[in-house]
């Protein structure tokens, strides 16, 4: 693609709003999955991913845009799980793998019965993000800011919660509040997130900013702030790169997100030689 054309692209009002989009969308994944990947709950957001799909098999069976009906699936999926690990005494990634596996199942059953979907179910499993809308900016915009508040005004609960729990709870932070809180949070950005990079890529989206992020960072903010840059700007420069070499959205922003993993683990490889190559010398 040529300078002028790529130019002309970049002018293109759908172009503007994904490239705003991916940047709003990265960035509060690398935000929520700073917490995430530290809480141990990688694992939530790719099981939500593919249970996902049996909210959206809900909606064609019955006529509904897919993507209103993952929002309330979400919150009843986060819900769910948050339940059954309180009653259940069965390890948490075991009790996922039941949940996602039988809502996969029954998705794949619904969706044996649709004889056509007009939407494109492709989209859905792989994202378009450059079909994104003005309505939808307005909705990551507002759930950014709304996870910005709450985890301004319950920061000390969420770190504590995240580095030990045991002890968050013996200094008198509501445990099951905030995590239940934070799971329902982290439900409803990656129902929203599925647009942009579709069912089967969403974890990825949440959890490589993240590990990327902890490999450069030193401290906590500067990790999460970290997180949050890797994941705004990785989401831009896939977008980028889908635009000018006509590629899928979705999978090629993940797998710039790869490429900044696999500098980041570069350079904290070669941070941790430093040190012994000068002490040679």
């Keep these: 693609m040529t300078e002028a054309s790529l ?10 709003r994904a490239l705003l989009g991916g940047m709003l969308t990265g960035a509060l994944g ?6 995430a990947v530290l809480r141990k709950l990688s ?4 099981a939500l991913g593919h249970s996902a799909l049996l909210g959206i098999s809900f909606g064609i069976i019955i006529g509904v845009n897919p993507i209103l009906v993952l929002i309330p699936f979400a919150v009843l999926f986060a819900l769910l799980v948050s339940y059954l690990v309180e009653r259940s005494s069965l390890p948490t990634d075991a009790l996922l793998n039941i949940v996602y596996s039988s ?3 029954a998705a794949i059953l619904l969706l044996s019965q649709v004889k056509s979907y007009r939407g494109g179910i492709q989209q859905l499993l792989f994202g378009d993000i450059l079909g994104i809308s003005s309505l939808d900016l ?3 915009g507002g759930l950014l800011v709304t996870t910005l508040i709450y985890l301004g005004i319950s920061l ?3 770190v504590l919660l995240t580095l030990n729990q045991d002890l968050a709870g013996a200094v008198g932070v509501n445990t099951r509040l905030h995590r239940l809180g934070f799971t329902l949070l982290l439900a409803v950005v990656v129902a929203v997130s599925i647009k942009a990079v579709g069912v089967l890529l969403i974890s990825a989206f949440v959890v490589i900013p993240a590990c990327a992020g902890r490999l450069l960072s030193r401290s906590f903010p500067a990790y999460v702030a970290l997180s949050a840059a890797l994941g705004g700007g ?11 070499i006509n590629l899928p959205s979705g999978p090629s922003v993940v797998i710039i997100q790869f490429i900044g993993f696999l500098l980041a683990l570069l350079g904290r490889c070669w941070l941790a030689q430093t040190p ?5 010398t």
Excluded: H, K, Y
Aim: net charge positive; proline share 2%.
């Design 234 to 244: 990785c989401a831009l420069g896939g977008i980028l790169v889908s635009g000018a």
């Design 138 to 140: 307005v909705v990551i």
């Design 156 to 158: 000390r609960a969420q």
């Design 103 to 105: 809502s996969l199942a």
């Design 276 to 280: 012994r190559l000068s002490s040679r």
């Design 43 to 46: 694992f939530f957001s790719d």
């Design 30 to 35: 690398g935000v929520l999955g700073s917490f």
């Design 7 to 16: 130019m002309s692209l970049l002018a293109e009002p759908f172009m503007q």
